[in-house]
C-alpha cells in the first residue's frame, strides 16, 4: 500500500516537472512532427530516443540514490518521514512559493546543429536526471530524499522509472502537431492549462502522503493529529498566500 501511494506521488511530481517547466513548453513548441519533417527528419525516431532516454535516465537516478540510502537503517521512521516530506512540499506548491532553480533550460541550438536521435537522447537524458534544467516546484527537490529512502536500488529504480513515465507527458500533445493551426493552438492550451495541473498535482501529493501515513502507523487514532497538522500547513500557506497576493495588488511591496 505505502509503496503504490508513494509511486502516485512520484508520477505526479513528474508530471508537474513537466508541464510547470519551460522545457516542457519547448519540447511541445519545437520538437513536434510538423517542425521535425521540415528539419528532414522522422519525428517519431527522435521521441522514442527521448522516451527512452528519460526513462533510463530517471531509472538509474532511482537506483543510484536509493542505493546510497540503503546503507541507512530508517525503518518505519523512513516511511513516515517521506510521508510528511510529500505533504509538506505540495503544501508549499500549493501556496504558491517558487523553489530556487538553475535557470537552464534546453538548448535550442541543437535542433539545427545535431541529428534527430542525438537530440532526442540528449533532451531526455537531462530531463530524466530531473535536475540538469528548471525545477518549478518543491515536490521536484522533495524527489530525492524520497528515493533516498527507498529503502533499496530496485525499489528506487522503479520509482525512477515511474518519475520518467510522468516527465515524458510533453510527447502526447507534441505528437499531434502536424500542421499551422494545431502548432498555434495546442501549446496555448497546455500553458493555459498549467495552473490546474500544477494544482491537481499537488493536491494528489498531499493526499498520496497522508495516505501513506495512514498505511504506515500501526494506530488509526494516531494519523488524527498528524492529518490535523498537515491540514493546518495547508490553510496555512493558502491564507498566507492569499495575504501576500493582496499586498501586491494593493502596491505595498
Not at 144 to 159: K, N, Q, R, S
Amino acid at each position: 500500500m505505502f509503496a503504490f501511494v508513494v509511486a502516485i506521488a512520484v508520477f505526479a511530481i513528474g508530471v508537474r516537472a513537466s508541464w510547470s517547466s519551460p522545457c516542457g513548453e519547448s519540447m511541445i513548441t519545437t520538437v513536434h512532427p510538423l517542425a521535425e519533417g521540415a528539419r528532414g527528419r522522422r519525428w517519431v525516431a527522435t521521441a522514442v530516443w527521448f522516451v527512452v532516454a528519460t526513462l533510463v535516465t530517471s531509472t538509474l537516478l532511482g537506483a543510484t540514490l536509493s542505493w546510497l540510502g540503503s546503507m541507512m537503517s530508517v525503518g518505519v521512521g523512513g516511511a513516515v518521514l517521506v510521508s510528511l516530506i510529500l505533504v509538506i512540499a505540495a503544501a508549499v506548491d500549493l501556496g504558491g512559493w517558487r523553489p530556487p532553480s538553475t535557470t537552464r533550460q534546453l538548448n535550442e541550438n541543437w535542433l539545427t546543429s545535431y541529428r534527430g536521435w542525438v537530440i532526442g537522447a540528449g533532451y531526455g537524458a537531462q530531463l530524466g536526471s530531473g535536475f540538469a534544467t528548471v525545477v518549478p516546484s518543491w515536490t521536484g527537490y522533495a524527489l530525492i530524499p524520497v528515493l533516498v529512502l527507498a529503502g533499496d536500488p530496485v525499489t528506487g529504480a522503479l520509482l525512477g522509472l515511474v518519475f520518467g513515465l510522468g516527465r515524458v507527458a510533453a510527447v502526447a500533445p507534441a505528437g499531434v502537431i502536424r500542421d499551422r493551426s494545431s502548432l498555434a493552438r495546442i501549446p496555448d492550451r497546455w500553458v493555459a492549462a498549467e495552473p490546474l495541473a500544477a494544482g491537481v498535482t499537488s493536491v494528489a501529493i498531499v493526499v498520496a502522503g497522508l495516505s501513506g501515513l495512514s498505511a504506515t502507523l500501526t494506530s488509526a487514532l494516531s494519523l488524527v493529529p498528524v492529518a490535523a497538522a498537515a491540514t493546518g500547513v495547508i490553510v496555512a500557506v493558502l491564507l498566507a498566500r492569499r495575504s501576500m497576493m493582496r499586498r501586491y495588488s494593493a502596491g505595498s511591496w
